[in-house]
């Protein structure tokens, strides 16, 4: 895609969720903007009926995963408006109306922008979390680690603020403790590590080409073996106003 | 311009010019002004005062403008009301650089007489350090600080954000540890040079070998981060960060107007950057005092070296959990050794005489053996007996004081004195010929003089977990600079 192509629908994204009065992105809009920095998102695609959801759905193959889009919601699972594994066109026309239903017994205002249909990620050798925020001193930082407990309880991550070489990231990664997860621990498969540490990088750039981002939380990135590649099952991006 | 020389107002002014300084001793400016002289400062010192007529015997003046000479650099250490009328009066005599000592400013939220201060420094291209800062150290002889201190001359610069630490613990630990000064700087307020600015011209000052900073935050931070990152590759540089949790931050606000960062970034910039981070000031001053005066540890094994076997077992323990080795040595190595000790000491390594009375053995002909074997890459001793030992040894009852062996006793410290200087002479010797680095660890203190004599010449000598944390603290430093060689 051309720079400027690129840079204009970005600022669209953002603007957009400005002219909203919204200070963050939508799981669809962060994806749109992160696959825009060759962040691999896997396949979705924002519907607003059955058959079209049906349609995608056999497009891309079963099984997928649908859930709501709507600025009105940000916990996704504490509303229950998402659904993982679904295998047939049945069970996805079910499960789409039980998620509308759940989202306006959720809050009966709900502005909703549709429903994000999306392949269901396999099982990879490892989830992880690549997080941005800003510093007021050093600017943009980027976060990595493994997800749940790893970073909620024994606070396993890493921290590097950009901007951020390939070599000074592959030091990121090997420095938390959990890596030999990634490196075939027990003779499991090795991690696809180049791949993730361009998600670190990219996520880098994308974090010093747009100041209106204040943090960025890829989470869960899924680590498939080596060769596979990796893929962001999950994005936010929060804004702030001034540039 | 090159920054140093830009700067160099601050580091080798010839005529200064004192704002605050009266014939009462007691008021803060009279006391720098004390200080600058006992310092040995040889330029020329000139009391600006609204009254007086002379001031500690120098000629004052009712107004700069009124001052017939050049003037290098002025210090204002007065009512803050005051500063930026003087300010004026400065630009217009062609004063190029300020200390501004007094608070009252942008931390305690006088936002405006800060903002026409950067004004009026604008306006006459003037380079203020601070306000509400410390002032500075450049040794041998100028001291603007409140603090009487004529510090050892040496390599070690420390620029720091914090006024208090810039130099009370400095002067305390330095004068315990013998460190050797070239500049410290409290950067205040930084309202038109920070602490980028300084470490710049730190980064061409070809008297500092090694850098220090009391970190609280930064303004420009990604020419911070690039320039620790170009500066530690030639100079090290260990930095103590301050006011990285609620309360610290906080209490950094409020007195320097600074908004600091969590710990974890500042951590992740010294990880990217190989600039080693400390805790507390003792660390830092020891570990500077390391850098400046030792070579670096060239691989990570270690040779202990006691009069005692705790601190050798301690020793071992610190280094082992830290990276590095105490090594078994070789059946030849201990050989070799062996003559030379007592019987029932171990010559394994860590190397413990247990109690020794021939100090040459120990000083001079054990570490000779051990530092040219190429199975160790330093050496560090516990265990020092100077003349104090043997005086305090014979601090005996009254009835006992004309005892023969007691009076031999008591004169042997100082007969032995010329013999001790030259095994010591030996040890200083040493760290040259063999390029390793040689700590000296005890609990004595300078007041044995072989303490300072050794300090003064380049052997660190301290406590023995100091000084096995500087020593691993080297090794982190060496493995850092070998690792940015390969990848280049």
């Known amino acids: ?243 | 311009m090159s920054k140093l020389k830009e700067l160099d107002g601050f580091f080798n002014p010839k005529t200064v010019a004192f704002y605050g300084a009266s014939n009462v001793m007691q008021k803060f400016g009279s006391i720098h002004l004390i200080n600058l002289l006992s310092a040995g400062f040889e330029g020329k010192v000139i009391p600006i005062h609204p009254k007086e007529e002379e001031i500690l015997g120098f000629k004052a003046y009712k107004n700069i403008k009124d001052v017939p000479e050049r003037v290098d650099l002025a210090v204002m250490a007065i009512n803050p009301e005051l500063i930026n009328n003087f300010l004026e009066d400065c630009g217009k005599k062609g004063v190029k650089h300020v200390i501004i000592l007094s608070g009252g400013f942008l931390e305690v939220g006088n936002k405006d007489a800060q903002e026409r201060m950067k004004k009026i420094a604008e306006n006459y291209n003037i380079k203020i350090m601070g306000p509400n800062c410390s002032g500075e150290v450049i040794t041998p002889s100028l001291n603007i600080t409140h603090v009487p201190w004529p510090p050892r001359k040496g390599g070690v610069s420390i620029v720091s954000q914090s006024g208090t630490y810039a130099v009370q613990p400095l002067i305390a630990i330095s004068s315990k540890i013998g460190l050797g000064i070239s500049k410290i700087i409290s950067v205040g307020n930084e309202v038109n040079t920070d602490l980028v600015d300084y470490l710049e011209a730190l980064e061409e000052d070809d008297e500092t070998t090694t850098i220090g900073i009391y970190f609280e935050a930064v303004r420009r931070g990604k020419e911070f981060i690039e320039l620790l990152d170009r500066i530690n590759k030639k100079k090290p540089i260990v930095i103590i960060p301050i006011g990285q949790t609620e309360a610290g931050t906080r209490s950094a606000k409020s007195h320097t107007a600074a908004i600091t960062s969590p710990g974890y970034i500042i951590d992740s910039v010294c990880e990217q950057t190989g600039v080693i981070k400390v805790k507390n000031s003792i660390e830092l001053l020891n570990l500077l005092n390391a850098f400046d005066s030792l070579s670096l540890p060239k691989g990570n094994r270690v040779a202990i070296l006691t009069l005692g076997g705790g601190p050798g077992t301690l020793m071992s323990d610190l280094f082992e959990s830290n990276g590095m080795k105490v090594p078994m040595l070789s059946k030849e190595l201990q050989e070799k050794l062996k003559p030379w000790m007592p019987e029932t000491a171990s010559a394994i390594n860590p190397i413990d005489l247990t109690y020794s009375d021939d100090m040459q053995n120990f000083l001079n002909v054990l570490p000779e053996i051990l530092l040219k074997s190429d199975e160790i890459d330093s050496l560090i001793f516990y265990g020092l007996m100077g003349t104090e030992y043997f005086k305090n040894l014979v601090n005996v009852p009254d009835y006992m004081k004309n005892h023969n062996s007691i009076i031999t006793m008591k004169n042997f410290g100082e007969m032995m004195e010329d013999f001790f200087i030259a095994l010591f002479d030996e040890i200083i010797e040493f760290k040259e010929k063999y390029q390793k680095p040689i700590i000296l660890t005890c609990y004595n203190t300078r007041e044995e003089k072989f303490v300072a004599y050794l300090q003064d010449n380049g052997i660190p000598v301290c406590y023995p977990e100091e000084g096995v944390w500087a020593l691993i603290r080297m090794w982190q430093y060496n493995k850092f600079l070998y690792s940015t060689e390969k990848l280049i």
């Not at chain 1, 896997?42 to 649908?66: C, H, R």
């Not at chain 1, 789409?96 to 269901?120: D, T």
């Not at chain 1, 939380?217 to 999950?234: A, Q, S, W």
Request: include cysteine; aromatic fraction near 6%; charged fraction near 30%.
């Open chain 1, 1 to 243: 895609m051309k720079e400027e192509i690129k840079i204009t629908i970005i600022k669209s994204i953002i603007n957009n969720a400005f002219a909203e009065n919204r200070l963050f992105l939508m799981e669809h809009e962060s994806k749109d903007l992160i696959s825009k920095y060759g962040l691999p998102t896997g396949d979705y695609k924002l519907v607003n009926s059955k058959e079209e959801a049906v349609k995608f759905a056999n497009k891309i193959g079963y099984p997928v995963v649908a859930k709501i889009m709507s600025p009105d919601i940000i916990h996704k699972t504490d509303a229950k408006v998402i659904k993982l594994n679904i295998r047939s066109d049945k069970e996805l026309e079910e499960a789409y109306n039980e998620i509308i239903v759940n989202a306006r017994n959720y809050n009966p205002n709900i502005e909703l922008k549709g429903i994000s249909i999306q392949k269901m990620a396999e099982k990879g050798v490892a989830e992880v979390i690549v997080g941005g925020l800003r510093d007021k001193n050093f600017g943009p930082v980027l976060m990595f680690g493994f997800g749940g407990i790893f970073v909620e309880i024994f606070k396993d991550v890493a921290y590097r603020v950009c901007p951020i070489t390939k070599e000074e990231a592959g030091k990121m990664v090997r420095s938390i403790k959990a890596f030999s997860l990634l490196d075939g621990y027990r003779g499991q498969a090795k991690g696809d590590i180049n791949q993730l540490i361009k998600v670190i990088i990219n996520s880098c750039t994308l974090l010093m080409e747009n100041p209106e981002i204040i943090e960025l939380d890829l989470n869960p990135v899924i680590v498939f073996e080596i060769g596979k590649g990796v893929m962001v099952v999950d994005a936010r991006v929060i804004l702030r106003e001034e540039g």
